[in-house]
């Protein structure tokens, strides 16, 4: 009788410590779930902080009808200097496969000569100083039959603080040859970590025997570094701060949750690669000069919507 209640306290205590164990671990994963919801909304509202002086203003922007698998991206870079109306610098498309997470990254030259929808034909960056970004998507939209979902326009100065934020020790970046006319720094030959500004004046350098065509390649490899180094695991720390400053460093149709949604949906699914593509296609181009718009790149249009479409892979879904 003596040895059936001792066996039965024994078994009481360790219910009672399994418990008391239980709701330990139960204490403690509250604590974490609330120290990072914590940290979450500090790191937020300190990123919304550092660009709450810089906000650019969301733009008119009709997207063209959603498609099955492909999502475009129009970005455009612009510099500003604080005037209201500005061309466009840099114009891309970034185009993304939902079954296959396929990153297609195309590149426009701005000297191309374009059909600029309700004006005479001009050089595709005046279309943004014209009719922001909506008149700059209807104008590749037409020229190359290509839909555009979604655009992002950020500013130089925005550029540079952001990849301050995202790399505050710089971005890896292989300087090919030493660079400093016009780009308000100097850089030199060799492998450097380049913080927001050089990285700027890299990808805006043009002065040399490749002209916009060597600055396009550069712009497309800082996309390329800026993806590496936001995607490593040691810069998740960092995605909070910088969902907030994006909210005042970049205009955008997309809401916060679409724009934390498309990040978490493109990493979840593995490794992310780009593919990169400049129009126009070599071999489809000639230069011109017109009295209105200087110095001009004429394209064959019919054979670089030919390539851009078999590209993105936009008449295969």
Do not use: C, W
Not at 6 to 22: A, C, D, M, V
Not at 176 to 181: G, I, L, N, P, V
Not at 239 to 260: C, F
Not at 303 to 311: D, V, W
């Amino acid at each position: 009788m003596e040895e059936n209640q001792f066996h039965e306290t024994r078994s009481s205590r360790n219910t009672r410590k399994k418990l008391r164990k239980g709701r330990l671990f139960l204490i403690l994963i509250l604590i974490l779930i609330v120290t990072t919801g914590v940290y979450i909304v500090l790191e937020y509202r300190a990123g919304l902080e550092l660009a709450s002086e810089t906000k650019l203003p969301v733009q008119a922007f009709v997207a063209d009808e959603p498609t099955e698998n492909i999502t475009n991206y129009l970005i455009v870079g612009i510099d500003s200097r604080g005037e209201e109306k500005s061309r466009s610098d840099t114009m891309m498309v970034l185009s993304r496969n939902h079954s296959t997470n396929e990153l297609k990254l195309v590149s426009f030259m701005r000297d191309i000569y374009a059909e600029i929808p309700g004006y005479q034909s001009y050089k595709l960056n005046t279309a943004y100083f014209l009719g922001g970004v909506q008149l700059l998507k209807d104008t590749i939209t037409n020229m190359f039959d290509i839909p555009i979902h979604h655009y992002v326009v950020i500013d130089f100065k925005s550029f540079e603080s952001l990849i301050d934020i995202i790399a505050p020790n710089g971005i890896e970046i292989d300087v090919e040859k030493d660079m400093s006319a016009f780009i308000d720094v100097t850089l030199t030959k060799g492998v450097h970590k380049l913080n927001g500004k050089e990285l700027l004046g890299y990808a805006r350098f043009r002065h040399d025997e490749a002209g916009d065509f060597g600055r396009v390649e550069r712009q497309q490899k800082v996309i390329e570094a800026i993806k590496d180094e936001f995607l490593s695991p040691q810069n998740m720390t960092k995605l909070p701060r910088l969902i907030g400053a994006l909210q005042g460093y970049v205009s955008t149709d997309m809401t916060t949750s679409e724009e934390i949604n498309t990040v978490i949906s493109v990493t979840l699914k593995g490794k992310v690669e780009i593919d990169k593509m400049t129009i126009p296609v070599e071999g489809t181009y000639r230069y011109a000069d017109y009295s209105h718009a200087g110095s001009v790149i004429e394209i064959d249009r019919e054979l670089n919507t030919q390539y851009l479409h078999e590209f993105i892979k936009l008449d295969g879904e």
